[in-house]
């Protein structure tokens, strides 16, 4: 059984870092591509960026290039994303989520995703 778990999230101010972690088990990690996708309350989920499975080449939506950062550790099945420079518009819930082969950016397949963690961020 594959379980994508995420931790991290919380209430912070604008202009505050978070941290968010997920944890896999139940696959073979360094085979797929992992991300990060978010979803605002009436909206739909969106991608936030990815990770490829061994060089760790990244992909980003464009409103967080240069603020959030993904990075993974095969050998601890961990992927984590790095939020800097928080605006009340990166409020949403965000899902970690593990993709069909190669894939790592915008439009590719997600086969597995994590249950969510919150963030939200005061203006």
């Known amino acids: 059984q594959v379980r994508l778990v995420e931790s991290g999230g919380g209430l912070v101010q604008a202009g505050a870092s978070l941290r968010l972690s997920c944890v896999a088990s139940g696959l073979t990690f360094s085979s797929y591509g992992m991300g990060w996708f978010r979803q605002a309350p009436g909206k739909e989920r969106d991608f936030v960026g990815g990770i490829s499975r061994i060089q760790s080449w990244t992909s980003y939506t464009d409103s967080v290039k240069g603020r959030f950062t993904i990075t993974r550790d095969n050998a601890k099945n961990t992927v984590d994303l790095q939020m800097n420079s928080l605006k009340p518009e990166d409020t949403a819930v965000y899902y970690c989520?593990?993709?069909?082969?190669?894939?790592?950016?915008?439009?590719?397949?997600?086969?597995?995703w994590g249950q969510g963690t919150q963030v939200t961020v005061s203006s």
């Open positions: 989520a593990a993709f069909g082969g190669s894939g790592y950016s915008q439009g590719a397949t997600v086969n597995y």
